[in-house]
T-cell receptor
Framework: GAGVSQSPSNKVTEKGKDVELRCDPI?????LYWYRQSLGQGLEFLIY????????KSGLPSDRFSAERTGGSVSTLTIQRTQQEDSAVYLC????????????FGPGTRLTVL | SQQGEEDPQALSIQEGENATMNCSYK?????LQWYRQNSGRGLVHLIL?????REKHSGRLRVTLDTSKKSSSLLITASRAADTASYFC?????????FGGGTRLMVKP
């Protein structure tokens, strides 16, 4: 079946602009995660959605970052007033039920803030 | 701060040799997973080992877990050039996975 998809694959924006990154999880997966990976670094957890529960936003680096998940499926990560330090690859993953399960990752969105 | 820390940060070996990567973590875990990443994009799940397991095999991969030492190792036997990638351990201690900084493995043909 189809895996996790993300769009766009690459996004170049100017400092101060808002960006929206999209993630389509695997159908039937109730858990969805957003991570950020800076060049040559490990993954930084951003936010976690589990079914209809309130999302775990503990990893969001600032109030410029927000995410929503509509209808328990597609998720959008929004970064307002982008800064150069926001440049990174943003990875989305989904799992069947929770973090104890295998996470399936999308190809990521490479964000470059000029 | 990262829960898992991989060691070494970088490893270069010849094709056919074995590669061993280690991961240490700080708190109690439910399970530990290893992932592979090519070219800085999406991660691919390799293997999951639960806290009550000590060793697990999958093809040329062998993972061990020592909860008393809070450490795990990933062994890739008979390495191939196609194994060149970054390898991450990830620990589940609740509702999220915490990833280490990764080991960059290069396998020379």
């Amino acid at each position: 079946g189809a895996g996790v998809s993300q769009s766009p694959s690459n996004k170049v924006t100017e400092k101060g602009k808002d960006v929206e990154l999209r993630c389509d999880p695997i159908s039937g997966h109730t858990a969805l995660y957003w991570y950020r990976q800076s060049l040559g670094q490990g993954l930084e957890f951003l936010i976690y959605f589990q079914g209809n529960s309130a999302p775990d936003k503990s990893g969001l680096p600032s109030d410029r970052f927000s995410a929503e998940r509509t209808g328990g499926s597609v998720s959008t990560l929004t970064i307002q007033r982008t800064q150069q330090e926001d440049s990174a690859v943003y990875l989305c993953a989904s799992s069947l039920s929770d973090a104890a399960d295998t996470q399936y990752f999308g190809p990521g969105t490479r964000l470059t803030v000029l | 701060s990262q829960q898992g820390e991989e060691d070494p940060q970088a490893l270069s070996i010849q094709e056919g040799e074995n590669a061993t990567m280690n991961c240490s973590y700080k708190t109690s875990i439910n399970n530990l997973q290893w992932y592979r990443q090519n070219s800085g994009r999406g991660l691919v799940h390799l293997i999951l080992i639960r806290s009550n397991e000590r060793e697990k095999h999958s093809g040329r991969l062998r993972v061990t877990l020592d909860t008393s030492k809070k450490s795990s190792s990933l062994l890739i036997t008979a390495s191939r050039a196609a194994d060149t990638a970054s390898y991450f351990c990830a620990t589940d201690a609740g509702n999220m996975l915490t990833f280490g900084g990764g080991t960059r493995l290069m396998v020379k043909p």
